[in-house]
């Protein structure tokens, strides 16, 4: 016989799935372009002008699904499921590289950071021109956070949403990655790149594990040394902070410290979410969790996102 406790985490589970289910058949899902970005505008059926998040991905030649070349967690279409439950509209695109290097990017070696905010800047614009949406939420997962943050930073969003999100540099937290990853002598002569890298140098060749092409460095710099801090202290509109404990690329420290420099914000820990959203049991567990699309997402994350973005704005 099932004990309460299971009894309810069953319950909880049939729920999520109904909502899910119900989700994806009351939908209204159309792939539209802004500019050279392609992107998938998902409606909830019978709804008029309901809210709408930008969902915005990790690091990496990450698509529209919140997946990559190698890794799939599906993170954004799950979560995109999770809030249409809710009748919050989601829009979700590829982000430049993804499916390949369009031309209208330009030359890849010509990229800086600034041109992920560019895209986050004329999405954020294509769904306030469309006027079918009561407010428009900016949802960043990972380096998806810094891009929110900048974007909030240049044009009005009713809400921002950080998951997952870094408080440092990347430059300086890709090092404290690897420094746990790596044994003394190989992470030397990296952290030393990375270094040189950040303060605007060419470094020719690379050194073993930084497959960094010279000609691709100054667009790294720019990702590498964006701080989140100093524009997310600027934000004067509601923000809610979500990590989670079991979260192998970020630390707590990271979480404290956005929470410290937005103190109006909303903040949730949630000590068995990982980096990809879902909860772990082990690092075996975690790693798996990768490639397991189907997997479904912490779902206080889900309810306490969809409450955020749902919520009439308030004093902040």
Request: aromatic share 6%; glycine share 8%.
């Amino acid at each position: 016989m099932l004990n309460q406790d299971t009894m309810r985490a069953v319950a909880a589970a049939l729920s999520l799935l109904i909502g899910l289910s119900t989700a994806s058949a009351g939908a209204e899902e159309s792939k539209v372009q802004v500019g050279a970005i392609d992107a998938w505008l998902s409606v909830p059926s019978g709804i008029e002008k309901p809210p709408v998040a930008l969902l915005i991905a990790g690091s990496g030649s990450t698509d529209h699904d919140g997946s990559g070349p190698r890794l799939k967690p599906a993170t954004l279409k799950k979560l995109s499921d999770g809030l249409l439950a809710h009748d919050i509209a989601t829009l979700r695109y590829d982000k430049r590289g993804a499916g390949g290097w369009k031309k209208e990017f330009g030359r890849p070696e010509d990229f800086r950071f600034k041109d992920f905010v560019d895209d986050a800047v004329s999405l954020v614009d294509y769904l306030r021109g469309s006027q079918k949406f009561s407010r428009v939420a900016v949802v960043g997962h990972s380096e998806g956070g810094l891009v929110a943050i900048l974007t909030a930073r240049r044009v009005p969003v009713d809400k921002l949403v950080l998951l997952a999100t870094a408080a440092r540099k990347q430059g300086d937290l890709l090092k404290a990655q690897l420094e746990k990853q790596l044994p003394p002598e190989k992470f030397a002569p990296i952290a030393k790149a990375i270094d040189a890298i950040m303060a605007g140098q060419i470094v020719d060749p690379p050194p073993a594990g930084l497959a960094i092409a010279p000609a691709m460095q100054p667009g790294i710099a720019s990702a590498f040394t964006e701080d989140p801090i100093d524009p997310l202290k600027k934000i004067v509109g509601p923000t809610l902070i979500i990590a989670g404990g079991r979260d192998r690329q970020l630390a707590r420290l990271d979480f404290l410290a956005l929470g410290a420099a937005d103190f109006a914000a909303k903040s949730l820990w949630l000590p068995d979410m990982n980096h990809v959203l879902v909860d772990v049991t082990d690092e075996a567990d975690d790693a798996a969790s990768y490639n397991q699309p189907e997997r479904p997402l912490d779902p206080t994350l889900i309810e306490t996102v969809a409450e955020f973005i749902l919520a009439e704005r308030e004093q902040h």
